[in-house]
């Protein structure tokens, strides 16, 4: 199951995007992390909400964040609601074990952009790449 707000298609441009991975399961680490490689992006890779934020406060951004829910210290919920309040414009895909209906729309009401039951495939990634693509090209366009 996937929530998320209207998705369009585009071809894949070229950039140097910049990637967070936020998750507390090193398998489910390594995964994101290298289907993001596959890519050609270089991600950082945290363990947890806190990590993610203190990153933000040290004045880091990303284009992209992927954001498990369920995370000891800080949760998925609780981060993506802490960076929005800190101003955070970075597309933000939440991924959850726990693909309820109920419980993605609770995430997504946080401030993510996408939810998606995890792991991520390489097609899940390639459409995000894709909308991230197509969200920078209307700004760019406005």
Same mark, same amino acid.
């Given at each position: 199951m996937v929530l998320g707000n209207d998705a369009s298609s585009s071809s894949l441009s070229n950039k140097n995007l910049s990637v967070l991975v936020v998750d507390d399961d090193p398998l489910i680490r390594m995964l994101h992390d290298n289907y993001l490689k596959h890519f050609g992006l270089k991600p950082l890779v945290v363990e947890n909400g806190k990590e993610a934020v203190d990153l933000f406060q040290l004045g880091t951004s990303f284009d992209l964040i992927l954001m498990d829910k369920?995370? !000891? =210290?800080?949760?998925?919920?609780?981060? /993506?609601?802490?960076?929005? *309040?800190?101003?955070?414009?970075?597309? =933000? &895909?939440? &991924?959850?074990?726990?693909?309820? !209906?109920?419980?993605?729309?609770?995430?997504?009401?946080?401030?993510?952009?996408?939810?998606?039951?995890? !792991?991520? /495939?390489?097609?899940? @990634? $390639?459409? @995000?790449?894709?909308?991230?693509? &197509?969200? $920078? *090209? $209307? $700004?760019?366009?406005?």
């Open positions: 369920e995370m !000891p =210290i800080m949760n998925g919920v609780e981060a /993506t609601k802490a960076l929005r *309040d800190m101003g955070a414009t970075s597309m =933000i &895909v939440g &991924v959850t074990s726990r693909g309820s !209906p109920s419980e993605m729309q609770a995430f997504m009401e946080a401030g993510l952009d996408f939810c998606f039951e995890k !792991p991520l /495939t390489f097609d899940m @990634i $390639d459409f @995000i790449l894709k909308e991230l693509n &197509v969200n $920078d *090209d $209307d $700004d760019t366009n406005n």
